[in-house]
């Protein structure tokens, strides 16, 4: 027996079944039943339907062909996502672009400029703040779509996400682009956000089309990043040989001009930064490493980071920066972190001495009520898991002999071991001190300029000149930084007549309050000194290592209490101990109090 699929409906025949006729719609007719058919013979089901249809049960018939049809719509998918598979596998490449890496950047930027976005239906909306973000006005001018948040007077940004793959049109080549996320371990942070990979398709095997578009794409990064100084940092725990440098800021670029340091010092430190980026064929030459070391030494706010930034942008350098307190950072992850920056940029270490414990800490350390955390032989904690000859290694460059420099500050340099600031790593340190007469001078004229405030003076019948020298000469050499002095200066930003004759009395009071400063300091070593004093003769056993021979005892001074140390971490995520002590202190100025008073 045949079955005629192909007979519809309507003819009031009955296809489907020979035991008489069936009122239900023909759906092998929307389908195309003599297919279905064909499909049924060549699967040996003709047997089964004559069997299901004799019986009657047609719901089966139905089934029957139901389950056909679908296993024929998803070969037919499968079959399709092959043949694409396999035609871009032939006839296109693709490229990957890791987030973190400068090449995203670039693409990014491309992609927005090359209204790729127009057909994006996801956006990150962010409020502007001073991480960088290709986004896109809405409502702007739709031609011109590229838009670095410091520059627009919008509050927000909409960064599309590219995550639906998009096709485009590019210099006579089809491209398509998506975005796919991976998960990262955020530091301190129990949700696991994402580090993006962007993959560009272009259906051509011809491998110049995709430097060109690279090319393109850098170039044009480059042009638009110039008035800007792109700053690269990482909050993210990363792991194995990559580093992904995951946060970028951009920073609007500083004139030289405002940096106010002695005579001709900034231009030495332009020229020399210069002069190696320069010589690249004669390091090679010489078989030196091409990198450069610079130290930046100094009290704090005397400008050593407003050099490095300036620098930068005078230089079109981009700036990698690291923290070495940051407890996610190693010697394996600081030797990928400068791994993986590009030639020309500035791997910075701000505050490099806080990598190591300071004389302070082992003071503080030494007097403070002892923690079980404390190594038995009494060495202070470490402040960072990077080590001295992990740090040594980058800094000799095992990899980034390719034009990096490499620039630290410190506030102090005396802190720092000579291996590290030996010639050969640090290759130019330079000190910053406190403000000159001149330096102040300097300061009050970049802040009364007399374009902007001639008609000012020639109102009041001031001369802004004079107005300088008098606020100079109230400043004491060497006793403030410029930080400081910028802040008083902004105390009366709009009247330089208040600023040169109230500069004395703000002086007065400046020095009054850092006298009452050192004298709590010198109180708090005093009390610590003291508290160290005693304990050494009720017993010695709190002090363990540090008490003349007495063996290491990790509960010591808590032995009068029966609840053992409450252990907290501070700010610097050294241990803390707190006691609960169950016994009153036997003298009111006991140690335990002393030290309780401190904290
Ligand atoms: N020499 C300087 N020239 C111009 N501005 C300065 C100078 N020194 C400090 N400033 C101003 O003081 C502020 C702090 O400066 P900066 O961060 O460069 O100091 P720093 O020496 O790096 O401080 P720290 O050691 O605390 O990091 C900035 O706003 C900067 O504009």
């Not at 890496?101 to 703040?129: C, G, H, M, Q």
């Not at 951009?250 to 020399?272: F, H, N, Q, T, V």
Request: net charge negative; with cysteine; charged share 25%.
């Amino acid at each position: 027996m045949v079955y005629d699929f192909r007979q519809p409906y309507s003819q009031n025949h009955v296809p489907w079944s020979i035991s008489g006729p069936d009122k239900r719609p023909n759906s092998s007719s929307f389908f195309g039943g003599s297919f279905l058919g064909n499909l049924a013979q060549m699967f040996g089901l003709t047997s089964i339907l004559t069997v299901a249809g004799s019986g009657g049960s047609s719901y089966l018939v139905d089934t029957i062909r139901l389950f056909l049809l679908g296993t024929l719509v998803e070969t037919g998918r499968r079959f399709c996502s092959w043949f694409i598979e396999r035609f871009k596998f032939r006839y296109s490449m693709t490229a990957r672009f890791s987030e973190g890496d400068p090449a995203y950047e670039w693409i990014i930027l491309f992609l927005t400029e090359k209204n790729v976005w127009r057909r994006s239906r996801d956006f990150w909306v962010n409020s502007k703040t001073s991480a960088r973000k290709w986004g896109i006005t809405l409502g702007g001018e739709p031609e011109v779509p590229i838009v670095m948040d410091q520059d627009s007077e919008e509050s927000t940004d909409y960064v599309p996400i590219y995550e639906i793959p998009q096709l485009f049109y590019w210099n006579g080549y089809w491209l398509e682009i998506h975005r796919e996320q991976g998960p990262v371990q955020y530091h301190n942070r129990s949700t696991s956000q994402s580090a993006a990979t962007l993959y560009l398709t272009i259906y051509s095997l011809d491998m110049s089309v995709m430097k060109a578009l690279v090319d393109e794409a850098r170039l044009r990064y480059v042009e638009v990043s110039k008035p800007n100084v792109i700053i690269h940092s990482s909050d993210v725990r990363n792991a194995g040989p990559s580093f992904t440098w995951n946060k970028v800021k951009s920073k609007a670029r500083r004139p030289l001009s405002s940096i106010i340091l002695p005579r001709g010092e900034l231009d030495s430190i332009i020229e020399d930064a210069q002069d190696f980026i320069d010589s690249e064929d004669w390091y090679m030459e010489a078989g030196i490493p091409h990198r450069r070391g610079y130290l930046l030494y100094g009290p704090p706010g005397t400008g050593k980071s407003s050099t490095i930034y300036a620098l930068a942008g005078e230089l079109g350098l981009e700036i990698y920066t690291i923290s070495l307190s940051s407890d996610y950072i190693d010697d394996s992850t600081l030797q990928a972190a400068a791994s993986s920056m590009p030639k020309r940029s500035i791997l910075l270490i701000e505050d490099i001495d806080c990598a190591f414990a300071s004389r302070e800490d082992e003071e503080d350390t030494l007097f403070a009520p002892p923690s079980p955390f404390m190594h038995p032989n009494g060495v202070v904690p470490r402040r960072s898991a990077v080590t001295l000859s992990g740090l040594l290694n980058i800094i000799d460059g095992v990899d980034s002999e390719e034009g990096k420099f490499f620039i630290a500050t410190t506030n102090y340099v005396d802190r720092l071991d000579a291996a590290l600031i030996r010639p050969g790593r640090i290759d130019r340190k330079i000190e910053y001190r406190l403000a000159t007469q001149e330096q102040a001078q300097a300061l009050f004229t970049r802040f009364f300029p007399t374009s902007r405030f001639a008609h000012m003076a020639s109102e009041k019948h001031i001369d802004l000149a004079s107005l300088a020298e008098q606020f100079s000469s109230g400043i004491p050499e060497d006793t403030f930084s410029i930080a400081e002095l910028q802040g008083f200066l902004l105390s009366c930003k709009k009247c330089p007549l208040d600023a040169a004759t109230g500069v004395q009395l703000w002086v007065i009071k400046e020095l009054e309050q850092r006298r009452e400063r050192e004298e709590r300091e010198e109180t708090r070593k005093l009390k610590l000194k003291a508290a160290k004093e005693k304990r050494d003769v009720s017993g010695g056993l709190g002090m363990g290592p540090f008490v003349n021979g007495s063996p290491y005892s990790p509960f010591g001074p808590f032995r009068n209490s029966i609840v053992p140390p409450i252990l907290q971490v501070d700010g610097l995520n050294n241990p803390v101990p707190q006691t609960q002590t169950l016994e009153e202190p036997a003298e009111e100025d006991g140690p335990q109090e002393a030290a309780t008073e401190v904290d």
